[in-house]
Each structure stands twice: as structure tokens, then as C-alpha cells.
């Protein structure tokens, strides 16, 4: 085993330094020549849409891919030192020691059988830096400085006692447990809220720059990778397609790919918008006069759930009411735990409100009965935020956009498969995907088919709930556009339920911004963006990744 | 008994249990998948191979056999194998121990096939039922944990005892009591299936509830109740022994291999023979199942493919 003298001593070259590296999964290449290199204390971002080998590539520095993942050409080299094919006790000393990493899934990277203090004290134990009580005083001063308050105790506590944000902190700390040279954070905050977002990358930030640290950080959000990194490594299909400092990157994309990337990233625009601080002229029509009745009213809805062990019940939804005029699109935004997705479900008839009501067209949803009910379930139709849960695996395309046909016997079966067909158009797919599974589709085109067997009977409402949160930016963009055009054409309003004000913003005429179950602002878009009444909107202004790079 | 865990943790994508009338096409794709994920694994291989041989083995007993399983020759008992004429010996009686092995694995196979179609067929509809209505599930779940609070062979037992002991009779004792376990694999899928959001998206079209538990839940739980069968499967086929075995299942003198380690076992230091091969008989049988069930799962569950 080599001692420690031989490592860390770093030369003049680059920390990190990957050079023409190629990894296969089975005999499927994923990455073809990726070069990469990381100088001391340095930012790098890696950015690039789902499949482009961005995360393959952290995997590999840290000799951790998965299943049949192997590198196949190429060198990766720390420190000076050449670890593509170390022996694995060498690895184990690299990582962790000398290389931390913040993983993407704050839920799912803690033991839930383990206290979270003796998590991070592992850490220690394993690198033979600290034992016993030593390693429990460090671990809980790490947990000081990841920013969790009264540490003594909540080292005793288990991850599910803590929130998303709290958990990455832990993950923070368990990552910066041994001083590590270089950091690698994979999506850190891609799972958590955007305030919180904000607050945790601002603390990592802290604590990597008080060390010196480097940091390779792997996102598919451009603006967060403008706003935290010196330098951009754009990824697409397995190769670098360009790399540079980020200002440079985002003010003067070079490479086609980037242009788009950049031209699409919605946090990018929304941000220039904002950091400009003035209400832009927008195409949008103004909609049918707001004096008519609107498509849909939300009225003092009530939602509260009963929760064991408490005697007062859970207020999900508190006094809620706001109203959709046809042909128009409502966001509402708020942050996990803003009631926001329990409104959507009321309005869809697939929670009883506690109290209050929800009419489409003047038609109570809750009261309806019978031929009135199945008028107002036609009306109104959900798209969800995850296409691969949103479709049955078992079934084919042409079967799942059929079925709301079936379900209301609508017409024989020749002028169905018609039907499906035209649908399937106007969702820009090839009637040919209609015998294939979702399976095999990629993310966007599931999103297609769940979008269009929304429209299969004509619907005038449509909720989706998160329905573009799921997708890479190219798809989100050609998603975004898709639905603008749906509402175009076919004047169909959206009640469009989203954390992302990015979104919002390029979407929606109305925004309503809920906070622990209460509406806090409400109004037009570009009032509300342009001058937030409220200080929580503000914080989830300002949160929008990419907003300090342009002000 | 069974090297696969009673709730095999099957996620993901299952294949379609039946062939929907439209899209043959990309079904052909599906199946191949699992079919090359199978031929992949060696044990699958392994597994089937031994399935193979014995359903042969029981299908075309009448033609691979010189004897009947019932004739009886005073003048030739405890034969060793590889006599002339007799590949495995004969036993007490001088049968054919060869034949009564082809006989009774026939038997076997009848006895397995009849209790996890039962098993299927009840527990199916009572787990889809306890998982989608949760008044429903209080009770059944009570019920299913009062059936397992007996020992499987005590419950088998005292139902053979009531149905009378025959094939039938020992067939539908152990069916019955791999209900229980049945019902809760499918009570286990049903409840994970119903809150995926294609089943959120069916109920905001207000389709029926029997509509969505057959088109939408029921196919995306076939591989677990497939693999669940294959789980049974063995564990009917020693329970048909055992019950045979204790005079409860098939009765002599028709051939069954429960009932040849039992006759055996009086002349087991004269004739091991006849003894050892029916018990032989029963360990290839569950090993080819138990394989071949691991197997479908892995294939079957993209999440546990290394």
C-alpha cells in the first residue's frame, strides 16, 4: 500500500485531468475521447441534457460506474497521478479522502436504519482520520458548519426526521468530512426547492472556497451552471462539445449544440427578464374579456388531512380561490409542501375539498351527477409530471391515447384509430409510434402521448401537474412550444401547477404563488414578476438560477 | 424449501400477459427481450432444461417405459438398476420403479398445476380486491393472516383429511393454502400499481373500478403472480408427496412418488434404489422450478439485471 507521502503532492499540472476517456456500458460506448481538467481551487460545470454522458464521466473519476460500465480508453489522472486503472484499495483511499462527493438524491444516498450523526462519523472511521468520541465531535462540528442547528441532537436523529434540504446538508458535511482536495457534486440540488436550492449551493460554496477545494459540479441547468462555476464543459451524446468560461459560454455559445442549449434554457431567459427589472411587451393575447364567466373557479377551498399522533389536523389547502379564463393559462407555483399539487387533484375530482367548491363552467365539480359529470370529466383533463409513471408500460401508444375514447364510447373502432391517429399529429409524433410501447419512446415523446391522450376528447381545461419539470431542456423547450400552440389553435386553457418560475413565466398569463397552503400573491405574470408585492415571491425570484450572472 | 423469497421484489415494466389485439408488433419485442434475458442466465437455462426433460418424461410416459406402473412380478422384486429390462430396478412388489417414476412425476405435475390454478384464480381477484378497496383489505388480510398462523402442511393436512384423500382431493388442499400467500403478493402489487399516475389518469377519466383493476393493474402485476406460480409450484409438487406419503393424497396403487418413498422406505437398506430415485425424482423437479422461477424474475424485473 503506498504511504501518504505519495499522495497529494501535487504538481504544477491540474488537479484533475481526464484525457480521451472512453467508457462502454456492455459493448455500448457512451463516452467517445472526453477531455477534462480541473485546476486547484477551480469551479468546473458540466452541462449537458439526460444521455449525455455527464454523469458517466464523475462516475468514472471516482471508479464508480454502474453495472457493466467500464473504461475502455482514455486516462484520468489525479493529482499527477494515473488512477484510471488503480487497484481498488487505492480507490478507496480516493474516494471519500481526497475526492468527496455530493450525491444527486438527497432521499436515497442516507441509511434510513442509521442516526445521521453516525453516518458522517463513518466517514472518518473509515478513512482512519478520527475514532470513537473523536469522530462524533468532528461529525458534529461538520454538521455545524453544513449550517444544521442543534447538532447534539439531531446527530441522534434518522433521516427521515430530517427535510430534503437538511438531508443534502448531512451529505454536505459527509462529502467534506475528510478535506477532501477535489469535490464532485452530482445534480446537488436538482431534487430540492429552489430557495432551498439557492441556500444550499450558497453554503457549499462557503465551505468549499474556505478550504480551497476544487469543485467539479455535473447539472443540466445552464444558468446554475453560469451562477456557480468558472468554467463550462458543455456535453452532448458522449463528447465535449465545447468548454470555456461560463460568461463566455452563455454571452457567445460557439458550438450549434450550446446555441440551443442556451437559446432554450428557460431559467436563462426568465432571469434576463427579471434582472432587467422591467415588464416585457408579450405576444400573448390577452384573452377573451375578463368580464365573461370564467372557465374555471376555485372557491375558499379547504383541504385538511388527519394526522396521527396530532391533535389538530393538517391544513394541505387553506382558503385557496382563484379563477382560469378560457383559453388562458393559470400557473400555480410554490414550493413542495405548498398545497399546490392537493389543489390540482381537488380540481380534478380526485380529492373531496373539506370545504369550499370547484366549478368548471358554472358546474359544481364535487355535486355533478351523472350526464353532468361526465360532461365536466370531459372538459377537463390531467397531464402529470412524470411520463414514464404517467403511461402504462403494458400498454401501446394507439391503446393509452384511445382509452378516454373507450372509457366514453366515443364513436366505432375505425373512426377511433383515426382519432388517434390525427392526435398523434397534433402531438408532432409519427402515426408509427402508435404500436410501440412507452418503453420505448424517450422522455419527450412519453410526454407527447400523455398530452395527447389528454386531448382525445376535446378537453377545454387541461392541469398538468409539473408537466415539463421532468424533461431536458431542449424537450422542455419543444414541450413549452408545443403546449403554447395547443392553446393557440385550439384554445385550450391550462392550469399549470410548477416550482419552476422559469416555466411560469414563459407560459402563463396568471400566476398564483401558494405558501404553506395559502395563497400569498396573485395576478398576471408580468405584474407579479416584474414587481413582487410579497417577500416569498421575491426569495423565489431571486432563487431562479442564473439571475445574479445577468444582473 | 424454496430458494426464492415469498415477495419477490418485482419493479418495473412487465411484459403484457396477453396479446392486445392491436400492436402485435412491438409485443414480438417485448417478449424477446425477456426470452434473451432467460437464455442469458445459465441457472434459467439450467431450470428449464430440467423442466424440459421432466414434462417430457411425464408426457410421453406410456411410450419410454416397458412396463406398467401397476404390474406386478413376485418373481422379480428388489431388482437392481440396470437389470435387464429394468433401467432403475423394481421394488417390493417387482414393478417398474422407471415407470412408476414417469407415472407419478405425470402425477406430480397434475397435482402442481391444479393448486397454483386454484391459487391463481382465488388469490388473484381477492388481492387486486384487498389492494384497491381499503374497507376490503382489513378484512381479507385478517383472513389470509389467520390461514398463515397454521403451518402450511397442518392446514394442507386437515383440508385433504375433509376433502377426502385422492389426487383432487390433495390438489385442492394444497391450492387453498397457498391462497394466503397469493393474496398478498398481488395485495402488495395492487396497492404500489394504484398509485402510479396512469392509474391516477384512468380514475380522472371516472373509469370503473373493475375496469381499471383488469386493464390497468392486473396486467402490470402478471410478472409477480407468474413468478409467485413458479414459487408454488414446487412447494404443491412436495406437498403432494408428502400428503401421498402419509396416505392423505394419491392412493395405491396408482403411482406417485410420495407414495414410492413411503413403500420404500420399510426395505430401504435392502433395495435403496427404490427409494433413492423417486426422491431424486422430487429434488430435479423443485430444483428445475425454483431455477427457472429465479431466472423469470431477473428477466422479467429490468431493475435486477447486473
Known amino acids: 500500500m503506498p504511504s501518504d507521502a505519495e499522495v497529494g503532492t501535487t504538481g504544477a499540472g491540474p488537479l484533475l485531468e481526464v484525457t480521451g476517456l472512453e467508457v462502454s456500458y456492455g459493448d455500448v460506448p457512451v463516452l467517445h475521447g472526453v477531455d477534462l481538467t480541473v485546476g486547484t481551487g477551480e469551479r468546473v460545470a458540466v452541462v449537458g441534457e439526460s444521455g449525455s454522458g455527464k454523469s458517466t464521466t464523475a462516475a468514472a473519476v471516482l471508479a464508480l460506474l454502474p453495472g457493466r460500465g467500464r473504461v475502455t480508453a482514455g486516462s484520468i489522472r489525479f493529482a499527477g497521478e494515473d488512477v484510471t486503472h488503480a487497484p481498488e484499495s487505492r480507490l478507496r483511499r480516493l474516494r471519500g479522502r481526497e475526492v468527496g462527493l455530493v450525491p444527486q438524491d438527497p432521499m436515497s444516498n442516507l441509511n434510513p436504519a442509521t442516526r445521521v450523526g453516525a453516518q458522517v462519523a463513518e466517514t472518518l472511521v473509515a478513512h482512519g482520520l478520527a475514532k470513537g468520541r473523536a469522530a462524533r465531535d468532528r461529525a458534529i462540528e461538520l ?6 442547528e442543534q447538532p447534539e441532537r439531531r446527530y441522534r436523529q434518522f433521516p427521515h426526521e430530517f427535510s430534503g434540504g437538511m438531508r443534502q446538508r448531512v451529505l454536505i458535511a459527509m462529502a467534506l468530512a475528510c478535506e477532501p ?8 440540488t436538482s431534487a430540492l426547492d429552489v430557495t432551498v436550492q439557492r441556500r444550499i449551493l450558497d453554503h457549499l460554496e462557503t465551505l468549499r472556497a474556505s478550504r480551497g477545494a476544487s469543485l467539479l459540479m455535473v447539472t443540466h441547468d445552464l444558468g446554475l451552471a453560469a451562477d456557480r462555476a468558472d468554467r463550462i464543459v458543455v456535453m452532448s451524446k458522449g463528447h465535449v462539445v465545447e468548454t470555456g468560461p461560463a460568461e463566455a459560454i452563455l454571452r457567445d455559445p460557439q458550438h450549434e449544440y450550446t446555441r440551443r442549449l442556451v437559446a432554450a434554457a428557460p431559467s436563462v431567459n426568465a432571469s434576463k427578464v427579471v434582472a432587467a427589472g422591467g415588464v416585457s411587451v408579450t405576444e400573448r393575447s390577452a384573452g377573451p374579456d375578463a368580464s365573461a364567466r370564467p372557465l374555471l373557479e376555485v372557491d375558499d377551498l ?3 388531512y388527519r394526522v396521527r399522533g396530532r391533535r389538530e389536523p393538517l391544513v394541505a389547502v387553506d382558503h385557496v380561490s382563484f379563477s382560469l379564463q378560457a383559453g388562458t393559462t393559470t400557473a400555480v407555483v410554490g414550493e413542495s409542501g405548498s398545497g399546490k399539487t392537493t389543489v390540482a387533484r381537488m380540481v380534478l375530482g380526485l380529492e373531496e375539498p373539506t370545504s369550499g367548491e370547484v366549478r368548471l363552467d358554472g358546474e359544481v365539480v364535487r355535486t355533478a351527477r351523472g350526464a353532468a359529470r361526465r360532461a365536466v370529466r370531459r372538459a377537463m383533463q390531467p397531464v402529470f409530471q412524470d411520463p414514464y409513471a404517467s403511461l402504462d408500460p403494458t400498454f401501446t401508444v394507439e391503446r393509452i391515447v384511445d382509452e378516454p375514447l373507450r372509457v366514453f364510447g366515443v364513436g366505432d373502432k375505425r373512426s377511433r384509430r383515426a382519432r388517434v391517429t390525427d392526435l398523434l399529429e397534433q402531438v408532432a409524433l409519427p402515426a408509427s409510434v402508435g404500436q410501440r410501447f412507452p418503453g420505448e419512446l424517450s422522455g419527450g ?19 398538468c401537474d409539473e408537466a415539463v419539470s421532468a424533461l431536458d431542456v431542449l424537450v422542455q423547450d419543444q414541450v413549452m412550444t408545443l403546449l403554447e400552440d395547443l392553446q393557440r389553435d385550439l384554445g385550450i386553457s391550462f392550469l399549470f401547477i410548477t416550482h419552476d418560475l422559469a416555466v411560469v413565466r414563459q407560459l402563463a398569463r396568471d400566476v398564483v404563488v401558494m405558501r404553506n397552503g395559502r395563497v400569498v400573491e396573485h395576478g398576471t405574470v408580468d405584474a407579479v414578476f416584474a414587481s413582487p408585492a410579497e417577500d416569498y415571491t421575491r426569495d423565489l425570484l431571486d432563487a431562479i438560477p442564473g439571475a445574479g450572472f445577468f444582473s | 424449501m424454496t430458494s426464492t423469497p415469498v415477495d419477490p421484489p418485482v419493479g418495473g415494466p412487465p411484459p403484457p400477459p396477453e396479446t392486445p389485439k392491436d400492436g402485435a408488433s412491438g409485443l414480438g419485442s417485448r417478449r424477446g427481450r425477456v426470452v434473451r434475458e432467460l437464455v442469458r442466465n445459465p441457472l434459467g437455462l439450467v431450470g428449464g432444461g430440467l423442466l424440459l426433460l421432466v414434462v417430457l418424461v411425464a408426457l410421453l410416459a406410456p411410450l419410454i417405459t416397458g412396463y406398467s406402473p401397476t404390474q406386478v412380478d413376485f418373481d422379480l422384486p428388489f431388482q437392481k438398476p440396470l437389470t435387464v429390462g429394468y433401467p432403475l430396478g423394481t421394488d417390493d412388489l417387482g414393478r417398474d420403479v422407471w415407470s412408476r417414476i414417469a407415472y407419478g412425476a405425470r402425477a406430480s405435475l397434475v397435482v402442481g398445476l391444479i393448486a397454483v390454478g386454484l391459487a391463481v384464480a382465488v388469490g388473484t381477484p381477492l388481492g387486486l380486491a384487498a389492494g384497491w378497496w381499503g374497507w376490503l ?6 383472513l389470509t393472516d389467520l390461514m ?11 383440508l385433504a383429511a375433509i376433502n377426502g384423500a385422492s389426487l383432487t382431493g390433495a390438489a385442492v388442499a394444497l391450492g387453498i393454502s397457498q391462497v394466503p400467500t397469493m393474496v398478498r403478493v398481488v395485495r402488495a402489487e395492487t396497492i404500489r400499481v394504484k398509485e402510479l399516475e396512469f392509474v391516477t389518469a384512468a380514475r380522472s377519466l371516472d373509469a370503473s373500478a373493475p375496469r381499471i383493476l383488469v386493464q390497468h393493474v392486473l396486467p402490470n402485476t402478471a410478472s409477480t403472480i407468474i413468478v409467485q406460480a413458479t414459487v408454488i409450484m414446487p412447494v404443491a409438487v412436495i406437498g403432494e408427496a408428502i400428503l ?12 406417485s412418488l410420495g407414495i414410492m418413498l413411503s413403500d420404500a422406505q420399510q426395505y430401504i437398506f435392502r433395495a435403496p434404489s427404490a427409494a433413492i430415485f423417486p426422491g431424486v425424482a422430487i429434488a430435479v423437479i423443485c430444483l428445475g422450478f425454483n431455477l427457472f422461477g429465479d431466472a423469470l424474475r431477473d428477466a422479467l424485473d429490468p431493475t435486477s439485471r447486473r
Open chain 2, 244 to 255: 401421498s406419503f402419509l396416505g392423505l393424497g394419491i392412493q395405491p396403487p396408482t403411482p
Open chain 1, 302 to 304: 379547504v383541504r385538511t
Open chain 2, 137 to 142: 383489505d382489513a378484512l381479507v388480510s385478517r
Open chain 1, 445 to 463: 415523446q412519453r410526454q407527447r402521448v400523455a398530452i395527447a391522450r389528454a386531448l382525445a376528447l376535446d378537453p377545454r381545461l387541461m392541469v
Open chain 1, 143 to 148: 454538521l455545524v458548519e453544513a449550517g444544521i
Open chain 2, 148 to 158: 398463515l398462523a397454521f403451518p402450511f402442511l397442518v392446514l394442507a393436512v386437515g
Open chain 1, 181 to 188: 482536495a477535489l469535490l464532485i457534486a452530482d445534480e446537488p
